[in-house]
């Protein structure tokens, strides 16, 4: 789903990412364009 959204010049962001392996997975693995966060 992320790669058929950025396909088409949609950013992709994320919710909420606990720890270093999230965040390395979200932007590493997926390519999310950011994280928003509380």
Wanted: proline share 3%.
């Amino acid at each position: 789903m992320f790669a058929h959204l950025q396909r088409r010049g949609i950013p992709v962001y994320v919710w909420i990412l606990n720890n270093e392996e999230e965040f390395e997975y979200a932007f590493k693995k997926i390519g999310v364009t950011g994280v928003m966060t509380d």
